[in-house]
C-alpha cells in the first residue's frame, strides 16, 4: 500500500543549536521557539547580498529598493540568510524600514522601527513586517547596530496585493553599488524561498508501477580475494575499524537518547561528527563493518558489529524510532539527512552481513518515518536536506522494504525543475543547486532517481540521472576520476574549473572529496548493472578506485579527506604525522568503499558471468540450470598485466563469460581459450566467451598497458607554463622529486619516450636524462612531496619557472 495522500497537519518543533568551534568561533546561541504558523526560509546558500565589512557593528549599513513607481504597501519581508550553525549571518540587531518618493528618503515614512531594541536572532524565521498600506516608490532598510560587522540578507521583499512587486527592481546600497545587491530583488528560486515542500501529485500509485529490471546484478557474497592491492586495502580498513572507536564511543548518543547511564565522550570525540551528528560514527562503522564481513570474516568485526545492532535495538522506542538524537532535533544541522542515512547505509550492510535484527530495526523505523509530522520540512529546513533521498531509496530496495519507501521520496524530496535541469544537462543544475551547498553530495540525490526509475518505470527519472552523469564526468571530473567540485558556500567551482590549489580563486576551499568518489562509485554501478555492455561505467568504477579510495588510504591508520594533486597529500602537519581524520564524512564512505571492493571485480547476469576488475580472486555462482560454477582469476595486477581464469565446475554447463577489454587498453586484447585463440577484444567492450564449460578451462589474455599524457585545461593554467598530467593505463601518475612545482624541461610529446621501468618497482619509472625525478602511481604516494600536474616544457620554461620560485 502507498502513504496516505491527504495532507498531513506540520509541526513545528524548536529548532535546536549545534556547536561547531571551528565555524562559530566559541559563541553558542540559544535555540529560538517560533510559534505555529511562522514563515521560515529554506538554506541560502545560492548569491545572496552582503554589505562590505564594517569594522564594527556600530557602523550604519542601508540597502534601498526601487520600485519603479508609487505603489501600495502591505508589508515588507526581509529574509534571513540561514548559515551551518542555524543562526543567520548578517541580519542586523537595530534596524528601520522606511517608505519614501524621493530616492534620497528625506521625505520618508517610518513604517517599521527597531532601533531601540536588539532584534533577536530570526535564525531562519522571515521577518515580516506589516506597513500600514503606506504608499511610495523607494524602501529603505538601514541597519544601526550590524551582526558579524556587516548587513546580509537573502532577499528582500515589498508585498502589495498579495505578491511581492519588487522582482527584478533596481536596487542600490551604502556602499555604491557592493556587488550582490541585485539579489535582493530576484525572483523566487524553482520551489520558492519557504521550507515545506508537500506535493502529493507527484506520487505515483503503486499500480501504475512498471519496474526495470537489473540485466545484471552486484554479488552479495561468494567472492574470496587472493593476495593483492584490494586484499591488503580490506585488511588495512578491518584493522582501522576496529581501533578507531569503541562499541561504548559510537552507542554514547543512543545510550543517552534513550535516557540510558553513559559514560561523557573522551574529549577529543566532543566535535561536530559526534555531537552534531549523533550516531553518526555507528553508521560508519556498520558500514565498514557489514560490507567487509560478506567476503572476508573476522570474528571480532562480527562480534562488534552484532553489538552495535543489539545496542541500537535495546535503545529503540516501541514505536520504531531508532536513531540516536532526539526525535524534536531533527531539524538541527543535517541530522534529518545525512546521519539518518549513514544508520540506513549501516543497517542494511549489517543485515546483508547475515545480522537477523538489521532489517527489522529499518522497517520498525520507516514505518514510524514514513509516516511523521516532520516529512513536509525535511528537504529545506535543516541542512543538506537532499541527502535524505538514498536512504529510503536503498530502503525500498531491501528486503524489508516497502513502496511508501519510494513515495515519500516522490512527495517531499522530488524537485521536478531540478530532474528538468538535469535532464537538459544545464550545468546550473550542479554547481547553482539553489538550496543547498552544491557538491558531490549532490550525487546522493541522483542515485535516488535512478532507483525511482528501476521501480516505477518513468523515464524522467532516468534521463534527470543521465544528464546528472554527464555533468559531473564532463564538467567537474579531474583527470584520474577526483572531482573538482566541493562544499564550499562561495561556490568557487564553475564547470571546468578543476582547482588543484587551496589558494587558486582566492578562497580557502579544496578539491577531490574522497566521500564524491565513493557516491560515484555505487552511481555508476548502478548504471552498470543496467547497462552491463557499456564499459565506461565499470571504467570509472576502476578510476575512483584506484586513484581515490586506495590513493586516500593510510595503511591501517585511516584515511584522507581529500584527493589533493599537488604537493602533500596531508599539508597539516597534524595530518602529516597522524594520516586521519576520523568520523569525517570522507572518512566513513572511505570504508564503507573499502569493505565492498569484491562485488565490483564481477557482476552476476541470468545466463553467465561479466569480469570487471582484475584482482586476484575466487567466484562461485549458480548457472540458469542449477549446476555451481567456479572461476579463479590469477593476476598480478596492476604491478603486472597478465590475467588467467580457470573454470571448476562439477559437469559440462553452458554459460557466458564475458570479459572486460578496458578503454584504456592500447590496442586489441587477444583471448585465449584452453591456450588457443578464441576472439580478440576491442578497447571500452565486453568480449563475450559462451560455451560449454569444463572443469579446467582456462581463459588467458594481457592487458596492454600504456602512457596518455593530458594538458591541464582549468582555471589555474598558463599558456606560458603549460601543466600536463600522466596517465598510465588506469592509473594516475605523481611525480616525485622534492618540489611542488615540479618542471621537466622537454616538449610534452616526448615525455613518454623518455619514461624507463625502474627495476624492481613495478609502475614506476625513471625519466632519461633526469635523475631528479620519479614517476609512480598516485595512490603509491605517502608522505612524499610531489605533483601530479608537472610543468613540462622546453628548458626556457623550465628556466623561467626556477627564476620564479627564487
Same mark, same amino acid.
Given at each position: 500500500?502507498?502513504?496516505?495522500?491527504?495532507?498531513?497537519?506540520?509541526?513545528?518543533?524548536?529548532?535546536?543549536?549545534?556547536?561547531?568551534?571551528?565555524?562559530?568561533?566559541?559563541?553558542?546561541?540559544?535555540?529560538?521557539?517560533?510559534?505555529?504558523?511562522?514563515?521560515?526560509?529554506?538554506?541560502?546558500?545560492?548569491?545572496?547580498?552582503?554589505?562590505?565589512?564594517?569594522?564594527?557593528?556600530?557602523?550604519?549599513?542601508?540597502?534601498?529598493?526601487?520600485?519603479?513607481?508609487?505603489?501600495?504597501?502591505?508589508?515588507?519581508?526581509?529574509?534571513?540568510?540561514?548559515?551551518?550553525?542555524?543562526?543567520?549571518?548578517?541580519?542586523?540587531?537595530?534596524?528601520?524600514?522606511?517608505?519614501?518618493?524621493?530616492?534620497?528618503?528625506?521625505?520618508?515614512?517610518?513604517?517599521? &522601527?527597531?532601533?531601540?531594541?536588539?532584534?533577536?536572532?530570526?535564525?531562519?524565521?522571515?521577518?515580516?513586517?506589516?506597513?500600514?498600506?503606506?504608499?511610495?516608490?523607494?524602501?529603505?532598510?538601514?541597519?544601526?547596530?550590524?551582526?558579524?560587522?556587516?548587513?546580509?540578507?537573502?532577499?528582500?521583499?515589498?508585498?502589495?496585493?498579495?505578491?511581492?512587486?519588487?522582482?527584478?527592481?533596481?536596487?542600490?546600497?551604502?556602499?555604491?553599488?557592493?556587488?550582490?545587491?541585485?539579489?535582493?530583488?530576484?525572483?523566487?528560486?524553482?520551489?520558492?524561498?519557504?521550507?515545506?515542500?508537500?506535493?502529493?501529485?507527484?506520487?505515483?500509485?503503486?499500480?501504475?508501477?512498471?519496474?526495470?529490471?537489473?540485466?545484471?546484478?552486484?554479488?552479495?557474497?561468494?567472492?574470496?580475494?587472493?593476495?593483492?592491492?584490494?586484499?591488503?586495502?580490506?585488511?588495512?580498513?578491518?584493522?582501522?575499524?576496529?581501533?578507531?572507536?569503541?562499541?561504548?564511543?559510537?552507542?554514547?548518543?543512543?545510550?543517552?537518547?534513550?535516557?540510558?547511564?553513559?559514560?561523557?565522550?573522551?574529549?577529543?570525540?566532543?566535535?561536530?561528527?559526534?555531537?552534531?551528528?549523533?550516531?553518526?560514527?555507528?553508521?560508519?562503522?556498520?558500514?565498514?563493518?557489514?560490507?567487509?564481513?560478506?567476503?572476508?570474516?573476522?570474528?571480532?568485526?562480527?562480534?562488534?558489529?552484532?553489538?552495535?545492532?543489539?545496542?541500537?535495538?535495546?535503545?529503540?522506542?516501541?514505536?520504531?524510532?531508532?536513531?540516536?538524537?532526539?526525535?524534536?532535533?531533527?531539524?538541527?544541522?543535517?541530522?534529518?539527512?545525512?546521519?539518518?542515512?549513514?544508520?540506513?547505509?549501516?543497517?542494511?550492510?549489517?543485515?546483508?552481513?547475515?545480522?537477523?535484527?538489521?532489517?527489522?530495526?529499518?522497517?520498525?523505523?520507516?514505518?514510524?518515518?514514513?509516516?511523521?509530522?516532520?516529512?513536509?520540512?525535511?528537504?529545506?529546513?535543516?541542512?543538506?536536506?537532499?541527502?535524505?533521498?538514498?536512504?529510503?531509496?536503498?530502503?525500498?530496495?531491501?528486503?524489508?522494504?516497502?513502496?511508501?519507501?519510494?513515495?515519500?521520496?516522490?512527495?517531499?524530496?522530488?524537485?521536478?525543475?531540478?530532474?528538468?535541469?538535469?535532464?537538459?544537462?544545464?550545468?546550473?543544475?550542479?554547481?547553482?543547486?539553489?538550496? &543547498?551547498?552544491?557538491?558531490?553530495?549532490?550525487?546522493?540525490?541522483?542515485?535516488?532517481?535512478?532507483?525511482?526509475?528501476?521501480?516505477?518505470?518513468?523515464?524522467?527519472?532516468?534521463?534527470?540521472?543521465?544528464?546528472?552523469?554527464?555533468?559531473?564526468?564532463?564538467?567537474?571530473?579531474?583527470?584520474? /576520476?577526483?572531482?573538482?567540485?566541493?562544499?564550499?558556500?562561495?561556490?568557487?567551482?564553475?564547470?571546468?574549473?578543476?582547482?588543484?590549489?587551496?589558494?587558486?580563486?582566492?578562497?580557502?576551499?579544496?578539491?577531490?572529496?574522497?566521500?564524491?568518489?565513493?557516491?560515484?562509485?555505487?552511481?555508476?554501478?548502478?548504471?552498470?548493472?543496467?547497462?552491463?555492455?557499456?564499459?565506461?561505467?565499470?571504467?570509472?568504477?576502476?578510476?575512483?578506485?584506484?586513484?581515490?579510495?586506495?590513493?586516500?588510504?593510510?595503511?591501517?591508520?585511516?584515511?584522507?579527506?581529500?584527493?589533493?594533486?599537488?604537493?602533500?597529500?596531508?599539508?597539516?602537519?597534524?595530518?602529516?604525522?597522524?594520516?586521519?581524520?576520523?568520523?569525517?564524512?570522507?572518512?566513513?564512505?572511505?570504508?564503507?568503499?573499502?569493505?565492498?571492493?569484491?562485488?565490483?571485480?564481477?557482476?552476476?547476469?541470468?545466463?553467465?558471468?561479466?569480469?570487471?576488475?582484475?584482482?586476484?580472486?575466487?567466484?562461485?555462482?549458480?548457472?540458469?540450470?542449477?549446476?555451481?560454477?567456479?572461476?579463479?582469476?590469477?593476476?598480478?595486477?596492476?604491478?603486472?598485466?597478465?590475467?588467467?581464469?580457470?573454470?571448476?565446475?562439477?559437469?559440462?554447463?553452458?554459460?557466458?563469460?564475458?570479459?572486460?577489454?578496458?578503454?584504456?587498453?592500447?590496442?586489441?586484447?587477444?583471448?585465449?581459450?584452453?591456450?588457443?585463440?578464441?576472439?580478440?577484444?576491442?578497447?571500452?567492450?565486453?568480449?563475450?566467451?559462451?560455451?560449454?564449460?569444463?572443469?579446467?578451462?582456462?581463459?588467458?589474455?594481457?592487458?596492454?598497458?600504456?602512457?596518455?599524457?593530458?594538458?591541464?585545461?582549468?582555471?589555474?593554467?598558463?599558456?606560458?607554463?603549460?601543466?600536463?598530467?600522466?596517465?598510465?593505463?588506469?592509473?594516475?601518475?605523481?611525480?616525485?622529486?622534492?618540489?611542488?612545482?615540479?618542471?621537466?624541461?622537454?616538449?610534452?610529446?616526448?615525455?613518454?619516450?623518455?619514461?624507463?621501468?625502474?627495476? /624492481?618497482?613495478?609502475?614506476?619509472?625513471?625519466?632519461?636524462?633526469?635523475?631528479?625525478?620519479?614517476?609512480?602511481?598516485?595512490?603509491?604516494?605517502?608522505?612524499?612531496?610531489?605533483?601530479?600536474?608537472?610543468?613540462?616544457?622546453?628548458?626556457?620554461?623550465?628556466?623561467?619557472?626556477?627564476?620564479?620560485?627564487?
Amino acid at each position: 500500500m502507498g502513504i496516505p495522500l491527504t495532507p498531513m497537519k506540520t509541526r513545528l518543533v524548536p529548532a535546536a543549536l549545534w556547536f561547531y568551534p571551528a565555524l562559530m568561533s566559541g559563541l553558542l546561541c540559544e535555540a529560538t521557539d517560533a510559534p505555529m504558523g511562522v514563515e521560515r526560509v529554506a538554506a541560502q546558500y545560492s548569491p545572496a547580498y552582503h554589505s562590505r565589512p564594517a569594522t564594527n557593528d556600530e557602523q550604519n549599513r542601508w540597502v534601498q529598493v526601487d520600485l519603479g513607481q508609487p505603489r501600495k504597501i502591505d508589508a515588507v519581508k526581509l529574509l534571513p540568510i540561514r548559515i551551518w550553525s542555524g543562526n543567520s549571518m548578517g541580519f542586523p540587531e537595530r534596524f528601520k524600514i522606511e517608505v519614501a518618493n524621493d530616492p534620497d528618503c528625506k521625505t520618508a515614512v517610518l513604517v517599521t &522601527d527597531r532601533l531601540s531594541v536588539v532584534y533577536p536572532d530570526p535564525r531562519d524565521v522571515v521577518g515580516v513586517f506589516p506597513s500600514g498600506g503606506v504608499s511610495g516608490r523607494y524602501v529603505r532598510l538601514t541597519a544601526t547596530r550590524l551582526r558579524q560587522k556587516q548587513l546580509a540578507l537573502a532577499k528582500l521583499e515589498v508585498i502589495s496585493e498579495g505578491r511581492d512587486v519588487a522582482v527584478g527592481c533596481s536596487a542600490s546600497d551604502s556602499e555604491q553599488g557592493q556587488l550582490g545587491v541585485t539579489v535582493l530583488t530576484r525572483p523566487p528560486r524553482p520551489q520558492g524561498e519557504g521550507v515545506v515542500t508537500d506535493n502529493p501529485e507527484n506520487v505515483i500509485p503503486v499500480d501504475h508501477w512498471k519496474p526495470v529490471a537489473y540485466q545484471a546484478q552486484a554479488p552479495r557474497g561468494g567472492v574470496t580475494l587472493g593476495d593483492g592491492v584490494f586484499k591488503q586495502a580490506m585488511e588495512n580498513n578491518i584493522g582501522y575499524l576496529l581501533s578507531s572507536f569503541s562499541v561504548d564511543e559510537m552507542m554514547q548518543p543512543f545510550r543517552e537518547r534513550a535516557g540510558r547511564p553513559v559514560q561523557p565522550l573522551p574529549p577529543e570525540l566532543c566535535t561536530f561528527w559526534f555531537v552534531d551528528l549523533p550516531g553518526s560514527a555507528a553508521g560508519r562503522f556498520l558500514m565498514g563493518a557489514g560490507n567487509t564481513l560478506r567476503w572476508m570474516d573476522n570474528v571480532e568485526l562480527r562480534q562488534r558489529m552484532n553489538q552495535v545492532v543489539d545496542v541500537i535495538e535495546e535503545c529503540r522506542r516501541p514505536d520504531g524510532y531508532l536513531m540516536a538524537y532526539p526525535e524534536d532535533t531533527i531539524f538541527t544541522s543535517e541530522r534529518a539527512a545525512y546521519t539518518r542515512a549513514w544508520v540506513t547505509h549501516g543497517l542494511i550492510e549489517a543485515g546483508f552481513a547475515g545480522n537477523p535484527k538489521a532489517f527489522p530495526l529499518l522497517r520498525g523505523y520507516y514505518d514510524w518515518f514514513d509516516r511523521c509530522a516532520y516529512l513536509p520540512e525535511l528537504l529545506r529546513r535543516p541542512a543538506q536536506g537532499m541527502q535524505g533521498m538514498i536512504a529510503n531509496s536503498r530502503m525500498y530496495f531491501t528486503p524489508a522494504g516497502r513502496p511508501e519507501d519510494l513515495q515519500v521520496v516522490q512527495r517531499y524530496f522530488q524537485e521536478n525543475y531540478w530532474l528538468e535541469q538535469l535532464a537538459r544537462r544545464e550545468d546550473r543544475a550542479i554547481w547553482l543547486y539553489p538550496y &543547498d551547498r552544491p557538491h558531490c553530495y549532490l550525487i546522493t540525490s541522483l542515485e535516488p532517481y535512478l532507483d525511482l526509475y528501476c521501480a516505477t518505470g518513468v523515464k524522467k527519472y532516468l534521463n534527470a540521472a543521465l544528464g546528472g552523469w554527464d555533468l559531473y564526468h564532463d564538467k567537474w571530473e579531474h583527470i584520474g /576520476g577526483s572531482f573538482a567540485i566541493c562544499e564550499d558556500h562561495l561556490q568557487p567551482y564553475p564547470p571546468k574549473s578543476y582547482t588543484l590549489h587551496r589558494e587558486a580563486t582566492g578562497h580557502d576551499h579544496e578539491s577531490g572529496e574522497l566521500c564524491g568518489s565513493v557516491f560515484w562509485v555505487f552511481f555508476n554501478q548502478r548504471f552498470h548493472l543496467l547497462y552491463p555492455g557499456q564499459e565506461k561505467y565499470v571504467n570509472e568504477i576502476e578510476k575512483e578506485i584506484y586513484n581515490v579510495a586506495l590513493a586516500n588510504q593510510v595503511e591501517s591508520k585511516g584515511l584522507r579527506y581529500f584527493a589533493r594533486l599537488v604537493g602533500h597529500k596531508d599539508p597539516d602537519p597534524y595530518y602529516r604525522s597522524h594520516g586521519i581524520c576520523k568520523n569525517t564524512c570522507c572518512e566513513g564512505q572511505g570504508t564503507r568503499l573499502l569493505g565492498s571492493l569484491p562485488e565490483h571485480i564481477y557482476s552476476l547476469a541470468p545466463d553467465g558471468l561479466y569480469v570487471n576488475l582484475f584482482a586476484a580472486s575466487t567466484i562461485a555462482w549458480p548457472s540458469s540450470g542449477g549446476q555451481t560454477l567456479k572461476l579463479t582469476m590469477a593476476t598480478q595486477f596492476p604491478n603486472t598485466p597478465q590475467v588467467k581464469l580457470t573454470v571448476t565446475v562439477s559437469k559440462p554447463t553452458k554459460a557466458k563469460i564475458r570479459v572486460r577489454v578496458p578503454a584504456w587498453a592500447t590496442r586489441s586484447v587477444p583471448i585465449m581459450v584452453n591456450g588457443a585463440s578464441s576472439t580478440t577484444g576491442q578497447p571500452g567492450t565486453y568480449v563475450t566467451l559462451s560455451r560449454t564449460w569444463s572443469e579446467g578451462d582456462t581463459i588467458a589474455f594481457t592487458l596492454p598497458m600504456g602512457f596518455k599524457v593530458t594538458r591541464y585545461e582549468g582555471i589555474e593554467r598558463n599558456p606560458d607554463h603549460e601543466r600536463f598530467a600522466l596517465e598510465y593505463g588506469p592509473f594516475l601518475m605523481a611525480i616525485e622529486g622534492g618540489q611542488q612545482e615540479t618542471v621537466l624541461a622537454m616538449h610534452p610529446e616526448q615525455l613518454i619516450a623518455q619514461l624507463r621501468p625502474k627495476a /624492481g618497482s613495478p609502475l614506476h619509472f625513471t625519466i632519461a636524462g633526469d635523475e631528479r625525478h620519479e614517476y609512480l602511481p598516485y595512490w603509491q604516494v605517502q608522505d612524499e612531496t610531489f605533483t601530479c600536474f608537472p610543468v613540462i616544457g622546453p628548458a626556457k620554461v623550465a628556466d623561467t619557472v626556477a627564476d620564479g620560485r627564487k
